[in-house]
């Protein structure tokens, strides 16, 4: 059975890299580390869902200029 890659890296791999976080900050720190990595992913992918949201209401503001805009026209031309 194949195992499922995270980022390129397989299952050993994994385990590996686990094991020397484990030896180089101890397991006291490893949930401190985990919580702030959490954290961060989290801060990140607010700030992403603002800009996104930000984009989409520049696009409805424009989709309205250019409704209002097109539909000054059609009067002007009517007269």
Same mark, same amino acid.
């Given at each position: 059975? /194949?195992?499922i890659?995270?980022? &390129?890296? *397989?299952?050993? !791999?994994?385990?590996?890299i686990? $094991?020397? #976080?484990?030896?180089?900050?101890?397991?006291?720190?490893?949930? /401190?580390?985990?919580?702030?990595? &959490?954290? *961060?992913?989290? !801060?990140?992918?607010?700030?992403? $869902?603002? #800009?996104?949201?930000?984009?989409?209401?520049?696009?409805?503001?424009?989709?309205?200029?250019?409704?209002?805009?097109?539909?000054?026209?059609?009067?002007?031309?009517?007269?």
């Amino acid at each position: 059975m /194949e195992a499922i890659l995270l980022f &390129g890296i *397989g299952g050993t !791999e994994a385990l590996l890299i686990f $094991g020397v #976080v484990l030896l180089l900050f101890g397991a006291k720190k490893i949930p /401190e580390f985990a919580k702030g990595l &959490g954290k *961060g992913i989290r !801060e990140f992918k607010d700030a992403v $869902g603002g #800009v996104e949201d930000d984009i989409k209401d520049a696009g409805r503001d424009a989709k309205r200029n250019i409704d209002s805009t097109r539909e000054a026209g059609r009067i002007d031309m009517k007269d």
